[in-house]
């Protein structure tokens, strides 16, 4: 084994074992989305350090004898799978943690829903109490309305009956008057 390959390769294995770290860390902030999100900012440009240092084993085993060559090739194979399944774990961790701020989102609009509904609730009740507020004076008024025509009616009658009364009088002086006169010229 060259010692080229073997700085590579333990280059590797620290660098995979501490995105390893990073992304199983992930799991323990499950509701933390800023952590969530400074994790994956971490381990996705070591992801992309891992596929470098592949290549470069690639291209230090494509340099060496044949009986080397297929032993570090399979390391270099089993390193490849080591490698797609962090890509595997880095995705599926950036689409979760996409999903959870997309419901975290969904919960902020739902709360301020909440409070909209909650406000216009209170207002709807505000403005019921006023209109049977209304209601109720306008009620007040159309009994005050109808108390004024009964009045108004029996006004008129008295002002009828009165004029009536008037002209009974004066028709029963001017009788008198012409009876006075009548008798008195004989």
């Known amino acids: 084994m060259t010692d080229i390959f073997e700085s590579y390769e333990d280059e590797f294995r620290a660098l995979a074992g501490d995105c390893q770290k990073k992304l199983?860390?992930?799991?323990?902030y499950e509701t933390h989305g800023d952590k969530i999100q400074s994790l994956l900012r971490q381990?996705?440009?070591?992801?992309?350090q891992l596929e470098g240092l592949i290549k470069q084993m690639?291209?230090?085993?494509?340099?060496?004898?044949?009986?080397?060559?297929?032993?570090?090739?399979?390391k270099v194979q089993t390193y490849e799978k080591v490698l797609t399944g962090r890509q595997r774990l880095l995705e599926t961790s950036e689409r979760l943690a996409h999903q959870n701020r997309t419901i975290d989102n969904a919960r902020k609009v739902m709360a301020e829903?909440?409070?909209?509904?909650?406000?216009?609730?209170?207002?709807?009740?505000?403005n019921r109490e006023k209109i049977q507020n209304i209601r109720s004076k306008?009620?007040?008024v159309g009994g005050l309305t109808n108390?004024?025509?009964?009045?108004i009616s029996s006004i008129?009658?008295?002002e009828t009956q009165q004029k009536?009364?008037?002209?009974?009088?004066?028709?029963s002086l001017l009788i008198a008057i012409i009876l006075i006169i009548y008798y008195s010229s004989r």
């Open 24 to 28: 199983s860390n992930l799991l323990t």
């Open 43 to 48: 381990a996705s440009p070591q992801v992309t």
């Open 58 to 74: 690639k291209l230090e085993v494509r340099s060496l004898d044949a009986g080397t060559k297929a032993a570090l090739a399979a």
């Open 113 to 126: 829903t909440e409070q909209v509904g909650i406000h216009i609730g209170e207002e709807l009740e505000s």
């Open 138 to 140: 306008v009620s007040e």
């Open 147 to 151: 108390t004024a025509r009964r009045l």
């Open 156 to 158: 008129s009658r008295r």
């Open 164 to 171: 009536l009364m008037l002209w009974g009088v004066a028709a």
